[in-house]
């Protein structure tokens, strides 16, 4: 379980901000960030993996050096012309390393 302080709850947070305290599994924190856009959801999850530096590194490890994440929610949806931070191609996320898991 993943358990937040109270202050984490930021806003576009439908789903964790009813969970801080008692906190959510990270099937439920993954569900809450995919289907329902919940921001606080997103971080939690980032902050379990090192944040976004780890998970770009971990993705280019796997092979797609493509994709980057630079911010946290909800900073990383802001979008300037010509920015390619928090970027990806839709390529990117169809190859098969991404697709069928790490390599063995």
Do not use: Q, Y
């Amino acid at each position: 379980m993943l358990r937040g302080d109270g202050r984490d709850a930021g806003e576009d947070s439908p789903v964790t901000e009813k969970h801080l305290t008692d906190g959510m599994t990270v099937r439920e924190l993954c569900s809450a960030a995919i289907t329902m856009s919940d921001n606080t959801a997103a971080n939690l999850l980032l902050t379990t993996i090192g944040g976004p530096k780890e998970l770009t590194a971990f993705l280019h490890n796997m092979g797609d050096h493509v994709t980057r994440l630079d911010r946290w929610e909800p900073e990383l949806n802001e979008a300037i012309p010509n920015d390619e931070r928090d970027t990806t191609m839709p390529a990117a996320m169809a190859e098969p390393p991404l697709t069928a898991g790490p390599p063995s």
